[in-house]
């Protein structure tokens, strides 16, 4: 078992920066691809950003390529998600999530998740 607990949600103006940290606890993540995933009200969970296991190879979205940055510290077992140039339709509950497999763009293949962290982007 992976527990996960996010951190690091907010209230920002619009052009503003958030760091949202995943930590993890149970086992190591080294052999769990991790991402981000965001569900806005209303609206289906969603990928944003995705990082390997071995590789360590990022993937992101569209919409947040150049503004968002993924990283991982296996030995402080955490995931990061560095957020520059927030923008209103960024506002959601942001989630980590971890699958021994590799990354998938859709919620359903990862095993465990976290609580989830609000952002709230004002214009």
């Known amino acids: ?6 951190s690091g949600g907010g209230l920002v103006q619009a052009g503003g920066s958030l760091r949202l940290s995943c ?3 149970g086992r190591t993540i080294s052999g769990y691809s991790m991402a981000w ?8 969970r969603a990928f944003v950003a995705g990082i390997g296991r071995s590789t360590g190879t990022a993937y992101y979205i569209d919409p947040v390529k150049g503004r968002f940055t993924i ?3 296996n030995a402080k077992n955490t995931v990061s998600l560095q957020m520059n140039s927030l923008k209103p339709e960024d506002t959601a509950v942001y989630y980590c999530a971890a699958r021994l497999g590799p990354v998938s763009y859709g919620p359903g293949p990862f095993d465990y998740w976290g609580q ?3 952002v709230t982007v004002s214009s």
């Open 1 to 6: 078992q992976v527990q996960l607990v996010e």
């Open 23 to 25: 930590d993890a606890s």
């Open 37 to 44: 995933f965001r569900q806005a009200p209303g609206k289906e």
């Open 71 to 73: 990283s991982r510290d």
């Open 116 to 118: 989830g962290t609000q």
